[in-house]
């Protein structure tokens, strides 16, 4: 079983649309990053959480430390954020992140 | 925050040749992270590149197929050696400051 399992593996949108990806893991973490992977390949870090909740935009991300979850949530879901949205948790200070499989996500007009 | 450049973008090589890739931060870092990305899948950690010692190897990567080199707090490559078609993948550095940065990646094609 990985460490990081994440749901669903692929998801398909309208626009608009209301949008959660889930992800589970099994060790004890000091942070969990959201990651978005556009299709040239480049990362970016959406969010870092060690606790509770964060906001940027539309993009919502939280996690409950005791039942080892976290969601991610785009409200009023565009074309532009289709992508591959990867769940990674890092266990303690600068050790390296473990990563989840990734969610392709694809928001149609 | 940082900037991160890879050199290569992407390349084309042949099978048994060898193809260095470099990375650029734009501030001093003490850990440098080399992963691995195979087509349809999430990124595999190579190796941890620590200035002056030896990098970290995972389980399944050995240094004589991925020599690393951290000459100094800004700066390492990654060496890809007696390449093989499975060796085709996205090669990322990366690095960790207030959150995790990442390079663009080298999309390294094996003939």
């Known amino acids: 079983k990985n460490e990081v399992e994440q749901s669903p593996q692929n998801l398909t949108a309208q626009e608009g649309e209301f949008i959660t990806i889930n992800c589970s893991y099994s060790?004890?973490?000091?942070?969990l990053h959201w990651l978005q992977q556009h299709p040239g390949g480049g990362i970016v870090s959406l969010f870092m959480?060690?606790?509770g909740k964060k906001k940027h935009g539309r993009l919502i991300a939280t996690i409950n430390i005791q039942e080892k979850h976290s969601s991610l949530h785009i409200t009023a879901s565009h074309p532009r954020d289709s992508a591959v949205y990867i769940c990674a948790v890092r266990r303690s200070g600068n050790t390296p992140l473990v990563f989840g499989k990734g969610t392709r996500l694809s928001v149609i007009a | 925050s940082a900037v991160i450049s890879q050199k290569p973008s992407r390349d084309i090589c042949q099978r048994g040749t060898s193809l260095t890739i470099q990375c650029q931060v734009d501030?001093?870092?003490?850990?440098m992270f080399w992963y691995r990305q195979q087509p349809g899948q999430s990124l595999t950690l190579i190796a941890t590149a620590n200035q002056g010692s030896e990098a970290t190897y995972e389980s399944g990567f050995v240094i004589d197929k991925f020599p690393i080199s951290r000459p100094n707090l800004t700066f390492s490559t990654l060496t890809v050696s007696n390449m093989s078609p499975e060796d085709s993948s996205i090669y990322l550095c990366?690095?960790?400051?207030?959150?995790?940065?990442f390079g663009p990646g080298t999309r390294l094609t094996v003939l």
């Open positions: 501030s001093q870092v003490t850990m």
């Open positions: 060790v004890g973490i000091s942070a």
């Open positions: 990366s690095v960790t400051e207030d959150t995790q940065y």
């Open positions: 959480l060690s606790s």
